[in-house]
């Protein structure tokens, strides 16, 4: 083998194992080579974009400059990207626009320039640092809430102070009307106040050891009354539960937040469903999924089929004075004090959502395991789940998502399966109708476009009967998926879901699958 072939043969091993995308164009910005990694983060396939214009990948705005750069570049020698890198935006197959990191490298064959462009996907960065960024936030506005509602209680003590001596000092008929006025009013700023103090977590906890079953039951029987005949109120408990400390007053008040929220958000009439489990973190993808360091939780679950909420209002749904119902009396407090009160308590919320189908949070609060019995414990090390079989099977996931299609990449690889990826129920079926050899699909619920999971699953079953088929949703339970149409029941894998779980279920569909 000569120099040029052991140097194409290295070429293509180092493109062939990048993780990062890996492009080769020439000078005119045409690709001449390009890694599976490329055609997987820009979700085309690899023969599409040989002999392309590089300006493809771009938005428009960037595609517009780029050959003017490069012109620029060639007559001048000036670096702008070149041995530099900088972060950058690129465009999917589908029109998405997502954040990269781009380094490019350049060198002479003969008479061409050639360019060498290593792209790194920034989506998984970014949405930690939007989470982070968000976290800090509430941090800051909640040191900052806590401040103001402190001295604000001050100025309200006295105030409250004056007003009942006025009172007691014989005040006449003209006066007393106002006098009351304005203590009625007072009470109403110290309201206010105790409610920032809850957000801000420095309101006075009493926390008891709880059996939450016991708290929402009480409380929904309370609601049960008050939300109207035409909302419908499930309740899934686990017999089995581990008891929480946690103060009852305030957990009352969250919960009852949290389903007139949802009656609000369902209109005239809707179901509702709050489930309590136990929830165990023990591995590095379901910490990664809640943003919960690893332990024992209870898990307070609140699904709805409502309207849902905008990916703006998620973002917002828990700063103090952030309301989406402001025309009809909202004060946005609600959310606000929930988060508050279970971040007091050590926990954690989640929310997930979809516009047009339905909300549900979960409340995360630590298990008050008893000390003794966790002394006692048999310690049991940790496996890492084994891959179900071993007969190179491989995978298609579906997820709209992009950073969770790319941890159900990462978490299914890690099992030992080769995987395919689709942005949604309707590009899958194109895949398998296409050819795609899979051997299950693992696809989300909730997607954009004509087909939902079920009637992708539902499709898959009239003309793939033999390829397995494992659902996953956000949702806490089929509250929201009830009302879609299907023949069938299809197994749902909820999210949050341990990486055992995950591995469980692939078992027992592949085994299943050779059984048949």
């Known amino acids: 083998m000569d120099d040029t072939a052991k140097d194409s043969a290295i ?3 180092i493109m062939k194992a990048a993780v990062d995308a890996m492009i080769v164009s020439d000078q005119t910005g045409k690709i001449l080579r390009a890694n599976a990694a490329a055609a997987r983060i820009f979700q085309f396939d690899m023969t599409d974009m040989l002999g392309q214009s590089i300006n493809m990948l771009m938005p428009e705005a960037l595609a517009a400059l780029h050959d003017g750069f490069m012109s620029h570049h060639i007559k001048t020698g000036e670096k702008r990207i070149i041995d530099i890198g900088r972060d950058v935006e690129g465009k999917r197959k589908d029109g998405t626009i997502f954040p990269l990191h781009l380094s490019v490298g350049h060198t002479r064959v003969e008479d061409m320039r050639i360019f060498i462009a290593i792209l790194h996907d920034l989506t998984q960065h970014k949405a930690t640092k939007d989470a982070l960024a968000r976290s800090q936030r509430l941090d800051a506005i909640g040191k900052m809430t806590g401040g103001i509602a402190h001295d604000f209680n ?10 009942e001596l006025l009172e007691m000092r014989g005040a006449d008929d003209h006066q007393m009307p106002l006098i ?7 009470e109403i700023g110290a309201d206010l106040t105790t409610r920032l103090m809850v957000f801000a977590r420095r309101s006075n906890l009493k926390p008891v050891k709880s059996d939450l079953r ?5 409380t929904l029987a309370l609601l049960k009354r008050t939300i109207g005949a035409t909302f419908r109120i ?3 408990f686990a017999a089995d539960l581990d008891p929480v400390m946690i103060d009852p007053v305030q957990l009352q008040s969250a919960l009852m937040n949290l389903t007139l929220n949802a009656r609000d958000a369902m209109g005239t009439g809707g179901e509702l469903l709050v489930s309590v489990a136990n929830v165990k973190i023990d591995d590095t993808y379901m910490a990664q999924e809640t943003d919960i360091a690893p332990g024992n939780y209870v898990r307070l679950s609140v699904s709805d089929d409502g309207e849902g909420m905008s990916l703006d209002a998620q973002r917002r749904a828990f700063e103090p004075f952030f309301t989406t119902k402001a025309e009809s009396g909202g004060t946005g407090f609600g959310l606000a004090m929930v988060y508050g009160f279970v971040r007091q308590s050590g926990g954690h919320v989640t929310l997930y959502s979809e516009l047009g189908l339905g909300t549900s949070f979960g409340l995360y609060f630590p298990a008050a395991v008893d000390a003794a019995k966790t002394a006692n414990a048999h310690p049991v090390a940790k496996k890492r789940p084994t891959p179900p079989r071993d007969n190179g099977e491989t995978i298609l996931i579906v997820e709209d998502n992009d950073r969770v299609r790319k941890l159900s990449i990462e978490r299914i690889r890690d099992l030992g399966f080769a995987t ?4 949604n129920g309707d590009r899958a079926y194109e895949m398998l109708k296409d050819g795609a050899v899979v051997d299950l699909v693992f696809s989300d619920l909730v997607m954009p476009g004509k087909l939902n999971g079920y009637d992708l699953a539902a499709k898959i079953a009239v003309e793939f009967p033999t390829l397995k088929v494992l659902l996953t949703s956000g949702y806490a339970s089929d509250v929201v998926t009830g009302s879609m149409e299907h023949d069938r029941p299809f197994d749902i894998l909820h999210k949050p879901y341990r990486q055992s779980d995950l591995a469980g279920r692939l078992q027992a569909l592949l085994t299943d ?4």
Request: proline letters at 0%; glycine letters at 6%; charged letters at 25%.
């Open 11 to 13: 070429l293509h091993a």
């Open 154 to 163: 001050n100025l309200l003590t006295v105030i409250v102070g004056n007003l």
């Open 180 to 186: 009351r006025d304005a203590l009625e009013t007072a």
């Open 214 to 218: 016991e708290v929402c039951a009480n």
């Open 234 to 236: 499930k309740t899934d």
């Open 420 to 423: 395919l990826e689709a942005e």
């Open 513 to 516: 699958s050779a059984d048949g």
